[in-house]
């Protein structure tokens, strides 16, 4: 069973097609954006995981919106979203404590240090 959806560009006028197929495998999601051509990562993909509906290019889109998004949430991809935003967390952590890290070693330069 495959679903297709059109999201918003934020490049050009006409929508780009996310199709969420639905097999034994498990859910499948392709974009034709030039980065969904590849495979890879697109925010197209991802607001529909993350079922953000401001990426819906027209009304129409709805009645598959709510069934992919149905079959989102029972699949394993909001725990990989879980991950990414632990994740990402950490991330800033640590860019905090680099930054916190460089300017008290900035100040102990400029202070001395035995
Ligand atoms: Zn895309």
């Not at 879980?82 to 100040?107: C, D, G, P």
Request: aromatic share 8%; net charge neutral.
């Amino acid at each position: 069973m495959e679903t297709t959806i059109l999201v918003k560009s934020s490049s050009r006028d006409e929508p780009y097609a996310v199709a969420v197929s639905s097999a034994e495998s498990g859910l499948a999601i392709f974009c034709d954006c030039p980065a969904g051509e590849w495979g890879k990562y697109c925010k197209h993909k991802m607001a529909i995981v993350l079922a953000d509906e401001r990426i819906l290019y027209d009304e129409e889109q709805r009645d598959n919106f709510s069934r992919v998004t149905k079959w989102i949430s029972e699949s394993g991809y909001p725990d990989l979203v879980q991950e990414l935003r632990e994740s990402e967390k950490a991330l800033e952590l640590a860019k905090k404590n680099v930054k916190n890290q460089k300017e008290k070693i900035a100040r102990l330069m400029k202070e001395g240090l035995k």
